[in-house]
């Protein structure tokens, strides 16, 4: 192949003169010791006897929550639609499950899309750091890939638990390649950067690719990758998630075909750009290969973040710090606050635009605003999946409230979920002021959420969709998943 695109680039080189460097580079096979190949030889390579019990507990905390907030997604019009276009505009293909949806099934690729859709639909999903929703690009591709192969070759629970960290630890890694990475992003949403190659690894390990088709599968995902932030807060934003989990699986089905791509995607090469095109100040560093004495997966030392309910992950410092001013006023067990007590609200938060709405008009928006989260929690105290209902959304004392809220941004509050927090001032009628602060919210990976509280979540979630048999089936299939020979109880229990 690479004496083929030398032929091709010659006359191009010796005519313009450009991009010497990077010809240069492509003329010479990818050394064994780049970045790219030792990615490549990671994701062939890892065994699950490299999972520790730390990574195995927080990884099945992950696929519950996942499948739950995917669930729920299920019910969403953006869901339904993304859904119905699927159906009218391909083939059937019934081979991989919908959430939810006991009577249809859809090739693995719009499995995946549609699963990844519900997932984000409701922005009720896991984050991470540096900030990105891990399991939602991973997780459905992974399981529409587990439909998809023969009854006789399924996933051990191991094998798909593997599959699922890999996709997880290629995000991880690349997210730290960059400083940029480390705050609230601004250009490129991150699950449809480091999503879309977490789902080609997680695809490529579950294939069983070798070292080499695993590199071609990350650069061919790296093709595949990015959307725009300004995306956030519309009916679009849930394709994103689709979008990563989909184009990662497709990425590896290619790479299993053949079909090859930049060796070097991840390795900073003079006059071209590869995966660093989506960071400007992109650092990229060889993973360890495994060995016998184990390998140091990212999620046994950073845990995950799960939200309590349907909103952006900064919404959380915000609500909790304002119903705690809630409790203030009224009591810990039932009430509501009158707004004609309210004089101003004051919020001290990050600067982070696409997530200062002062009115939103949509649920989306409403989603990915201080303001309104902040008023929803005063009013309430505190913030549910009904909150973001229409008949909620117009209430017009919440909208009263929104009308005294005014907006700080400390410089001591930097626009970071590792180091941020929300702060809330309420001056009453009468002159009184009652202060609200949150550091870490109940759910934030330094403060996770118990194992009650989170199937108290996936109950929820799951069983607005399911039976109860079928949600307790469920949470029992992921919790023994790692002694099972194959993934099929998992599968069978999803609609």
């Not at 590896?252 to 053949?258: D, F």
């Not at 799951?462 to 023994?480: F, H, N, Q």
Request: hydrophobic content about 40%; some cysteine; charged content about 20%.
């Amino acid at each position: 192949m690479i004496s083929t695109l030398q032929k091709t680039i010659r006359p191009f080189w010796a005519v313009r003169g450009l991009h010497r460097s990077a010809v240069e580079d492509l003329k010479r096979p990818a050394p064994e010791d780049t970045v790219t190949a030792s990615y490549g030889k990671f994701i062939s390579e890892v065994k699950p006897q490299h999972l520790s019990p730390v990574v195995l507990h927080r990884s099945k905390r992950m696929v519950l929550d996942s499948i739950g907030v995917g669930l729920i997604g299920s019910t969403t019009d953006v869901f339904e639609l993304v859904l119905r276009h699927c159906q009218h505009m391909y083939a059937p293909d019934h081979i991989s499950s919908v959430y939810g949806r006991g009577g249809t099934r859809l090739s693995p690729i719009l499995a995946a899309f549609v699963n990844g859709v519900a997932t984000h639909s409701m922005d009720f999903d896991d984050t991470w750091h540096p900030a990105t929703h891990p399991s939602g690009a991973v997780l459905p591709a992974v399981l529409a890939l587990s439909d998809m192969l023969p009854a006789n070759s399924k996933p051990s629970g191991l094998d798909f638990l593997l599959a699922f960290n890999v996709g997880l630890e290629i995000q991880g890694r690349l997210m730290r390649f960059s400083n940029e990475a480390q705050n609230i992003p601004k250009r490129f949403h991150p699950p449809t950067v480091v999503g879309t190659m977490g789902s080609a690894a997680a695809c490529a390990r579950l294939l069983s690719l070798d070292d080499s088709q695993c590199g071609h599968a990350l650069a061919i995902a790296a093709s595949l990758a990015g959307a725009p932030m300004a995306n956030a807060a519309t009916q679009s934003k849930p394709l994103h998630i689709g979008n990563a989990s989909r184009l990662g699986l497709e990425a590896a089905l290619l790479a299993s075909q053949g079909l090859e791509a930049s060796p070097l995607i991840l390795d900073a090469v003079a006059g071209v750009a590869g995966f660093s095109a989506f960071y400007e100040d992109y650092v990229p560093q060889p993973i360890p290969s495994p060995d016998a004495d184990g390998h140091m997966f990212l999620l046994e030392e950073q845990d995950i973040g799960f939200k309590r309910f349907p909103a952006h992950l900064g919404m959380h410092w915000v609500a909790d710090a304002a119903a705690s001013v809630h409790n203030l006023l009224v009591g810990v067990d039932h009430g509501t606050v009158s707004q004609a007590k309210v004089q101003e609200i004051l919020l001290r938060v990050p600067k982070s635009k696409y997530i200062n709405r002062p009115f939103p008009e949509s649920e989306h928006e409403a989603r990915h605003s201080f303001q309104f989260n902040a008023c929803t929690a005063l009013l309430d105290g505190e913030v549910n999946v009904q909150s973001f209902s229409p008949a909620s959304m117009r209430r017009p004392e919440l909208l009263a409230l929104l009308s005294r809220v005014h907006v700080e941004h400390p410089k001591d509050n930097p626009a970071s979920f590792n180091s941020m927090y929300g702060e809330i001032q309420v001056t009453l009628v009468g002159g009184e002021v009652l202060r609200g602060r949150c550091d870490t919210f109940y759910g934030h990976w330094r403060n996770p959420l118990s194992n009650e509280s989170l199937r108290k979540k996936f109950r929820n979630n799951a069983g607005a969709v399911l039976p109860s048999e079928k949600v307790e089936a469920l949470i029992d299939a992921v919790e023994e998943m790692d002694k099972r020979e194959d993934c099929c109880a998992l599968l069978s229990h999803l609609h």
